[in-house]
């Protein structure tokens, strides 16, 4: 995960599911920085939803595809 414009992310938790709907991750980014690394090299590939709250409580999400 990476800031687009390079400012530090906020303190924030996030759950990433598969297609069915099955949570496969959860995280939470407690350290501000402009960059956090998300360990998933060991899922599948496919499409996945990635779902963040912020600790403000704002909610945002993001789709990504992973191909192997």
């Keep these: 995960v990476k800031s687009r ?3 530090n ?4 938790q996030g759950s990433i599911y598969n297609l069915r ?3 496969v991750l959860s995280f939470e980014l ?3 920085s402009s960059e956090a690394l998300i360990p998933f ?3 599948a590939s496919g499409l996945y939803l990635v779902r963040f709250k912020e600790a403000d409580g704002k909610l945002s999400q993001i789709r990504f595809t992973v191909i192997r």
Excluded: T, V, Y
């Design 5 to 7: 414009d390079g400012h």
């Design 9 to 12: 992310l906020p303190s924030m």
């Design 30 to 32: 407690s350290n501000p």
């Design 41 to 43: 090299a060991e899922k």
């Design 21 to 23: 709907g099955q949570r």
